[in-house]
């Protein structure tokens, strides 16, 4: 259906209804913070189901969906292939707690497209994948450091939440309680972009730092790419100093091309980890990087990691079966003609608006940033005007496209938006626009 690029308020009493029960029963209703709405007021929706490039709310409105499970959906909702393969799978068992052939292949496949990936862990979240790949940075350097960057985000494990992004910058949430002192402070943060900060850090805790762990592009303020030489003196630096360079390609890995990010920027991490879209939307993520350093893991290794559910068959072929999608000629040439496509279109609708805005892109990641200046770490994600973000959020859910409800997230373009679908969102954010540039 397509949307009126004029606000209609859609009808949204069974969703009110139903977020109040949940609200009853779930943590502020929701199982996730960012998924609340807090920053973006109005209110959360309850979703019934989602088909390709839409979702459906309580209500039946049809939503076209720019959040895509935060991108893990880059094939887009009850994929056939997926859903069969899930289907097929659960008639067979969904876990056995024992090694299946299934793991062997979804890490051939990883390893197939990332090389540095010479061994992979699976596990069962992002968080996970970050948290062991930081104990065994830790344990193999013998160094208690490490070293992040001011509105990245790499999961909710204690040494993450320190000046993170995602639900916590869009919480206002800098430094988080239940973290002890002594382990925050073994959390150095740099400004995204900034490499003399980086020298300055590893000068001051000279032989202490196990590792640097950094978004490629960071999409967790927002997306806000990396400048010239960045990444590659993140990768001089660490090498020079003895600690390694972790890469976190939880949202990158499988985005951009049919493999990571790193390869499209020229630098090899130490250790990579993946999620998202490597699950096609059911949990699974992944820590790898040379033998030298994986082999250290449990049972080869002293660094313990297990899990119970961790490379589950299900897990798997949902896995196998998005990434085999992916190999299908033309799917990122497409997937990403129609992503530039949708920001010239949000770009020219900005500046017949006049409303001081910057969109940053990258392939199908993209977030509109209200200030009339360069975005390019995360003070200035902060300081650009989160209000006129909410209110574009809200005047584009009148319009039936939902964006991340967070100035602090990524737009997620995915392989099924069509030709029409960028162009009804055209429309609908310069009516969107034009409303905010009305009525500020
Ligand atoms: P999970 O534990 O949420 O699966 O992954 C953590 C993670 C790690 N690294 C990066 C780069 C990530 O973006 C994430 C999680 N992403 C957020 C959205 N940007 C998850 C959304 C949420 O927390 O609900």
């Known amino acids: 259906m397509n949307a009126p690029t004029k606000a209609v308020k859609p009808n949204r009493q069974r969703s009110r ?31 019934e189901r989602g088909s390709a490039q839409y979702l459906y709310d309580a209500d039946g409105n049809e939503l076209l969906d720019y959040v895509c499970s935060w991108g893990a959906l880059l094939l887009g909702h009850a994929h056939p292939a997926v859903a069969a393969a899930i289907a097929d799978q659960a008639r067979r068992g969904t876990s056995f707690g024992v090694t299946t052939e299934l793991e ?23 968080t996970e994948a970050t948290m062991s790949a930081v104990r065994l940075a830790r344990g193999v350097t013998g160094r208690d450091y490490i070293l992040k960057f001011e509105g990245c985000y790499h999961g909710h494990a204690d040494s993450f ?15 988080c309680p239940g973290v002890p002192e002594a382990l925050a402070a073994l959390t150095l943060n740099a400004p995204f972009n900034d490499l003399p900060a980086v020298e300055r850090l590893f000068a001051e805790h000279a032989g202490k730092i196990a590792a640097v762990i950094v978004e490629p592009i960071a999409a967790n ?119 530039e496509r949708l920001v010239a279109g949000l770009r020219k609708a900005v500046a017949e608006s006049g409303v001081p805005a910057v969109v940053n892109t990258i392939g199908s990641l993209a977030t509109i940033f209200f200030t009339a200046e360069p975005v390019t770490n995360y003070a200035g994600a902060k300081s650009s005007d989160k209000t006129r973000y909410a209110r574009y959020f809200r005047e584009m859910l009148d319009r039936d496209i939902f964006l991340a409800p967070s100035q602090f997230e990524a737009a997620f373009v995915s392989v099924v938006h069509t030709s029409d679908d960028i162009d009804r969102t055209i429309a609908a954010a310069r009516s969107s626009l034009q409303a905010i540039a009305d009525t500020p």
Do not use: C
Not at 237 to 248: F, K, P, S, V
């Open 17 to 47: 209804e139903i977020f109040a029960r949940a609200e009853t029963v779930l943590v502020g209703g929701v199982n996730s913070p960012v998924r609340a709405f807090r920053s973006v007021g109005g209110e959360p929706l309850i979703i």
């Open 104 to 126: 062997i292949e979804l890490a051939s496949v990883i390893h197939g497209a990332i090389p540095s990936m010479e061994k992979v862990r699976f596990v069962s979240s992002g």
């Open 221 to 339: 303020m927002g997306v806000v790419l990396p400048a010239e030489g960045f990444l590659s003196g993140l990768r001089e630096i660490t090498q020079r100093n003895g600690a390694l360079l972790i890469i976190d390609e939880v949202i990158t890995g499988f985005r951009l091309h049919y493999g990571a990010a790193q390869k499209l920027l020229g630098i090899d991490a130490d250790l990579t980890t993946l999620g998202k879209i490597i699950g096609g939307g059911v949990p699974v993520a992944a820590y790898g990087g040379r033998r030298e350093y994986m082999d250290r893991v449990a049972p080869l290794g002293p660094v313990y990691q297990g899990g119970t559910l961790a490379g589950n068959p299900l897990a798997m072929r949902a896995g196998l079966a998005t990434l085999n999608e992916l190999t299908k000629p033309g799917v990122y040439e497409a997937l990403n003609r129609n992503a």
């Open 161 to 175: 939440l320190s000046q993170a992004g995602s639900g916590l910058a869009t919480l206002g949430i800098a430094e």
